[in-house]
């Protein structure tokens, strides 16, 4: 019910953007299509200053840029820049060129985000936690100090919005019984419970069709990890999450056979207008504060699902097995948040 009030009754009132960005840089990864070419779009008609769209195809970006610099106001420079999530390498040179080529950074939009149906591996993780998780933790983590330098330097608060997903919900996140044992006992990082989420065959792999709402509620507990331990009051960015409810968008591309047929059905019943789904993404990078490790939902701050709420010893835990393979890629890297 609470689906399809979000989906029916909320859609109508979600805010149309009208903050004046003029100075601002906004950067937003996943843009050359989908929630985030159209929060790029909603940004450049509002004058921001400059915007970086940040894709895995040059080829599609500059075909984004060209489309929105139709809709754009005068004045705003759009660039487009390389990022392939699904390769570590990439993440840590784009973000490289943010921290040394931008004088600011204002709002950050980690977005990119895939549904991989069928199982591969990539830097050693399941494809989708990889880019849904681990490259979006990391990015965070390498643009942090770009938005504090930029609070430091103009006196504001800058925001990294990570796109989650209300499909968080659909997950009781079983793997998390892989480490029973050490959390109940207070244990170190052993990286049992990701070992567990990168396991197709899982619990005989029952649980195989929920990887993409696990990789969206792995990202629910890291950011509320970096809240809990860098709390509103002692620093100096918003980090917040953002669910923009079932939209249009090209998402379930790679879905096949029943799961084509179910989602093309949902989203013809319900969905949002890819439009109104980015309206959500714009509200996540003024909600400020308050919003500070929290899930927004229908531009409200909301409350994650029960699994998130109930196991706040599985949080702590995964976040030191996060942190543990950040700190494998990039030494030190987890300073930064
Ligand atoms: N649409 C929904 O109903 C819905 C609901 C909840 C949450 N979300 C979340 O919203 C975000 C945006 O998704 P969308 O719905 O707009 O889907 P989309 O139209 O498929 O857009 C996803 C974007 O992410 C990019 N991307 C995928 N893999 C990447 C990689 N390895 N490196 C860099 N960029 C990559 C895509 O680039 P390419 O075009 O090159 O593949 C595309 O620009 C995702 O995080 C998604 O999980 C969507």
Same mark, same amino acid.
């Given at each position: 019910m609470g689906f399809l009030r979000s989906q029916l009754l909320e859609t109508r009132k979600l805010p149309y953007p009208s903050t004046p960005y003029a100075g601002q840089t906004i950067v937003i990864t996943g843009s050359n299509t989908g929630l985030g070419k159209e929060a790029a779009r909603h940004y450049a008609r509002l004058g921001a200053s400059r915007l970086i769209l940040a894709v895995r195809n040059l080829e599609k970006g500059q075909a $984004?840029?060209? *489309?929105? &610099?139709?809709?754009? !106001?005068?004045?705003?420079?759009?660039?487009?820049? &390389?990022? *392939?999530? /699904?390769?570590? =390498? #990439? %993440?840590? !040179?784009? =973000?490289?060129?943010? @921290?040394? &080529?931008?004088?600011? %950074? *204002?709002?950050?939009? /980690?977005? /990119?985000?895939?549904?991989?149906?069928?199982? #591969?591996?990539?830097?050693? @993780? &399941?494809? #989708? %936690?990889?880019? @849904?998780?681990? #490259?979006?933790?990391?990015? $965070? =983590?390498?643009?942090?100090?770009?938005?504090? =330098?930029? !609070? /430091?330097?103009?006196?504001?608060r800058p925001t990294l919005a990570i796109t989650n997903s209300g499909a968080h919900e659909h997950t009781k996140f079983p793997h998390m019984s892989a480490a029973a044992t050490t959390i109940k006992n207070g244990g170190a990082s052993d990286g049992a419970i990701l070992t567990a989420v990168n396991d197709q065959n899982f619990a005989g792999g029952a649980h195989w069709k929920e990887q993409y709402p696990v990789s969206k509620l792995l990202g629910v507990f890291a950011v509320r990890s970096i809240a809990k331990e860098h709390p509103a009051d002692r620093y100096p960015v918003t980090v917040n999450m953002v669910s923009p409810g079932l939209c249009h968008s090209e998402l379930s591309r790679e879905a096949e056979g029943v799961q084509k047929v179910a989602f093309s059905i949902m989203k013809a019943a319900v969905a949002r207008t890819t439009e109104e789904g980015s309206r959500t993404l714009v509200d996540a990078g003024v909600q400020g504060a308050k919003s500070h490790g929290q899930y927004l939902a229908d531009c409200r701050i909301a409350q994650p699902s029960a699994v998130v709420l109930d196991n706040p010893g599985v949080q702590d835990r995964l976040w030191l097995e996060l942190k543990a393979k950040l700190e494998a890629i990039q030494p030190g890297v987890t300073e930064n948040f």
């Open positions: $984004a840029r060209k *489309d929105i &610099e139709t809709t754009a !106001a005068k004045g705003t420079v759009i660039d487009v820049w &390389e990022l *392939d999530m /699904a390769k570590y =390498a #990439s %993440v840590q !040179a784009f =973000a490289a060129r943010v @921290n040394v &080529e931008l004088s600011r %950074v *204002d709002i950050f939009h /980690a977005n /990119a985000g895939v549904v991989c149906p069928k199982y #591969s591996v990539t830097e050693g @993780n &399941e494809t #989708s %936690v990889t880019i @849904n998780y681990v #490259s979006t933790f990391l990015l $965070a =983590a390498l643009v942090l100090p770009k938005l504090k =330098a930029t !609070a /430091a330097e103009f006196g504001t």
